[in-house]
């Protein structure tokens, strides 16, 4: 067994999870600006030669483009306005970075390219949003990076659609090869009636589309760009899975995560010539395989990630899971992650963190096993003093099996504590372990906090995410409520003293608990949630046939539309309301409209109950800036306080 050998800084280490000690007592109250600050480093990417990592850095809240010298730490920085700010990046080569611009937590379109001294600044593919927005079509999304084009210095390919009279557009992109330095393209795939997505192979050659028909996707294949577009596998929207993951380096042979067979997807080989199913490389137990992690030398497949309890990896090369294991031993845990490499496998940036520490960041050498502490991720928080977050499992009434996690404050007996029930956005999303700063906010103020994967959460196999189809406000929402009678008959939950809060279609969830089982809660936050399903199936009924038909199933509203609209949304049920409510929204919020919460808020006027609203310019789905989120949870912080840590009856109305 191979043994890695720590330098640099080694007494920096025993401060990472792994090395600390339970606290005796409950922490003292830790500021917001203290929890939320975000983490000093993101998205680290090595350049191919392994010379220079660029980096999003935190400089407080402060957030910057950097490119680090790894030999001698000289570091250059890069602005290019007051408002906009890298939001995402590749090496194009060692030289040169491709990259996405954000405004207000928004991306703005277009793709840039620039060269690693800052120098030679060029726009890739102009952005099409400013001038949709010109003629009132919001919906035409981004151009985006489809392909690095390894083998070509000189272009990479962009995915993007045109404006037009015809709005399905929208969702029918064409393909183009575009130099980095000039911007100058071509287009290599026009538009396909139907196909709302292209992938290309490690070459740059586009030669997977997938087509949206009649409530299934066909995925089409073709062998090389002279070659005719070819069925390959038809997949209903309601039945088995195939979701390729990546092209083998030999051309023909896809990688793809498919139930077949199964209850859970698992990894296979597919033969696009053959359309057959060859090997299994690994199938998860229990959950969906995720993700396949390739060499960057070869392509070949290292190991496949899944998420149960915590963050996995199944390697699949002896060599590959001898090297984690040695960095499991070594380094601080219990999850490490390797996320990025050069592109000689050689050099790794590797994660190392837990529950309790965003953890740390090191430089290791794959071959030697020499690794050097980077960056501490939060210097500033002392994972002692942080909850712990527990998978859990319970039965929900109809029997089926819900995972979660539920936190509780650090140096706090796990009894009669005050409860937050926090269920996650999406639907179709899931919670991870994980350090979570909004939920260690939560536990540091007194609360436990629990995190359920209801029934239409994804990771857990298709018959467990569609088991949650057209149940918004009933089973989705009794699995939550079986959440919280499991955690009162295991003495953790204070029945008084339970509040639900979420954001998005947790926001929903929130609303719908508030109004269906009033007798639940003493209070509810309502953060960017949607309240009316009506404004939801309204949003798509022109372009974006396939989301338009995925929204119309997860809410159960295709056949029976105005049924549901009525029994199941918030807004028309505030009379049934309780307790009090805080309500929170972004005013240029894309994907919840303002609309939701102006329509919420009025309800509950009209029906006397009590309620905040708060609404914030210039801010979206989930805010972005330092002030609004200070704001934002200085406010939950007191409205929890208010009505939820003092027991009793005396809140309910």
Known sequence: MRALQLTLLLSLVLHVPGFTRLLAAPPARIPIETLLRPIDFSQPRLSPDGRHVAVIVHEGWERQFVVMNLATRAVQRFKYDADRQVSWFEWKDSERLIFGLSED???????????????DLSTVFS???GQARQE???RVRAPRLLSLMEGDPEHILVAATTLGSDELRNEEPEVYRVNVRTGRGTKVQGRVPGVFEWRADRKGEVRLGARFDKDRVTWLHRASASQPWTPIIEEPLAGPTFRPLRFDPDGKTLYVASNRGRSTDAVWTFDSETRQFGKELFAPATVDAEGLFVSRKTGAPIAVEYHDEIPRVQFLDPEWASTHTALSQALPGPVIEILSMTADDRLAVVHSHGDRDPGALYIVDLKTLKAGLWVKLASWLKAEEMAEMKPIQLKARDGLVIHGYLSVPAGVPARNLPLIVNPHGGPQARDFWGFNPEVQFLCNRGYAVLQLNFRGSTGYGYAFESAGFGEWGRAMQNDLSDGVAWCIAEGIADP??????????????TMAGLCFTPELYRCGVNYVGVTDLGLLLDKYRTGEALIRRSVERLVGAKSNRESVVRDRSPVYHAAKIRVPVLMYYGIDDPRVPIEHGDRMAAALKSAGKAYQYETKAREGHGFV???????????LETFLETNLKAAGDANAK
């Not at 008084?496 to 969830?509: D, E, H, M, N, Q």
């Open 136 to 138: 009132g079509r919001s």
């Open 105 to 119: 937590g928004r991306d703005v379109g277009g793709i840039f390219s620039q060269k690693r001294d800052g120098k």
């Open 625 to 635: 800036g330092k002030k609004s989120q200070v704001e934002f949870y200085t406010a």
């Open 127 to 129: 952005s099409i949003e």
């Open 496 to 509: 008084k003293r339970v509040a639900i809060y979420g954001a998005s279609y947790g926001g929903y969830a």
